[in-house]
């Protein structure tokens, strides 16, 4: 049973430049939620996509972009790179079980490093 | 206010003693808890949830709960120099059919020395 796999592994781009990282979730999950975590900082939710539609948004600028695919798989976008978007980005699965959502866990992926040079 | 405080630490215990992370919350609504262990260079790892006031076991780990004082810590007994790593509190601020906006405090560096 994969867990949630996360590509590529670490990449490097420009400012300026447009970057999309991608996300398979957990076997039997239908919910992906990115974070980006900085250096020595708890991971920061960016957004989550539930029903190939974007849910719920953390304070991040419209740079920052997604999609969900029918087989559940996402993309992070984040267009107009700035040496502040150098993180590790994470990718985090779950199955949404109705509306208390008391003890949904999620699991993460082995991130993305991304540096902005 | 940081919706979710820790201790950044180090926090360091000789191996075999009880190590006791603490973790508060300002949202009083919160439901549910995540307790997270992340080393060096890798992505978080799920240890425990919590959602009732008290505690739960698993193993070496226990999470404490008291929704009253909007705080949760998580005891290890018996530390080993393999639980030294960052551990990370979250709060779950999802709403609706969709699951999971985890809160992150900043993470408390545990240190077991042998």
Not at chain 2, 68 to 89: E, F, G, H, K, N
Request: proline share 4%; with cysteine; net charge neutral.
């Amino acid at each position: 049973d994969a867990g949630v796999t996360q590509s590529p592994t670490h990449l490097i781009k420009t400012r300026g430049q447009q970057v999309t990282l991608r996300c398979s979730p957990k076997s039997g999950h239908d919910t992906v939620s990115w974070y980006q975590q900085a250096l020595g900082q708890g991971p920061q939710f960016i957004f989550q996509y539930y029903e190939e539609e974007e849910r719920q948004r953390g304070n991040f600028p419209d740079r920052f972009s997604g999609h969900q695919y029918p087989n559940y798989s996402s993309e992070l976008n984040v267009n107009a790179l700035l040496l502040g978007d150098s993180a590790l980005y994470l990718c985090a699965s779950s199955l949404a079980r109705g509306q208390r959502n008391l003890n949904t866990e999620a699991f993460f992926g082995q991130g993305t490093r991304l540096t902005v040079v | 206010q940081k919706e979710v405080e820790q201790n950044s630490g180090p926090l360091s215990v000789p191996e075999g003693a009880i190590a006791s992370l603490n973790c508060t919350y300002s949202d009083q609504g919160s439901q549910s808890f995540f307790w997270y262990r992340q080393y060096s260079g890798k992505s978080p790892e799920l240890i425990m949830f919590i959602y009732s006031n008290g505690d739960k076991e698993d193993g070496r780990f226990t999470a404490q709960l008291n929704k009253a004082s909007q705080y949760v810590s998580l005891l290890i007994r018996d530390s080993q120099p393999s639980d030294s790593a960052t551990y990370l509190c979250a709060v779950n601020k999802g709403y609706g059919g969709a699951t999971n906006k985890l809160i992150f405090g900043t993470g408390t560096l545990l240190a077991v020395q042998p």
